[in-house]
Nanobody, 129 residues
Framework: QVQLVESGGGLVQAGGSLRLSCAAS????????MGWFRQAPGKEREFVAA????????YYADSVKGRFIISRDNTKNTVYLEMNSLKPEDTAVYYC??????????????????????WGQGTQVTVSS
């Protein structure tokens, strides 16, 4: 059974940092693009960050650019999201996702929810002001 399990969420004050991890099991995703999305209460799920199978293409939402860093360790079948300078508007459930493709020719491929076939259960991130 394929599983993506996120961890590392929690409550943090504005300006603080958190590091999310997404561990995959059931199959290897070392050849797949991976992404992070988030969903705040009452809002649609939105793109946060993504990277190609080997990390040579990385994309960020404008709202997190310069503050968040996505990375992966294919030897551990794990993808990370380092979140710095957190703001209350970053409060959301954060989801890890795996694509069936190693990458896309344009950023739009990474931004679309439908590009991802596997999803984790999400981890809550709450940023207090």
């Amino acid at each position: 059974q394929v599983q993506l399990v996120e961890s590392g969420g929690g409550l943090v004050q504005a300006g603080g940092s958190l590091r999310l991890s997404c561990a995959a099991s059931g199959r290897t995703f070392s050849s797949n693009a991976m992404g992070w999305f988030r969903q705040a209460p009452g809002k649609e799920r939105e793109f946060v960050a993504a990277l190609s199978w080997n990390g040579d293409k990385i994309y960020y939402a404008d709202s997190v650019k310069g503050r968040f860093i996505i990375s992966r360790d294919n030897t551990k079948n794990t993808v990370y999201l380092e979140m710095n300078s957190l703001k209350p508007e970053d409060t959301a459930v954060y989801y890890c996702a795996a694509s069936n493709s190693g990458g896309y020719s344009s950023g739009r491929g990474y931004f679309r929810l439908t590009s991802y076939a596997y999803w984790g259960q999400g981890t809550q991130v709450t940023v207090s002001s």
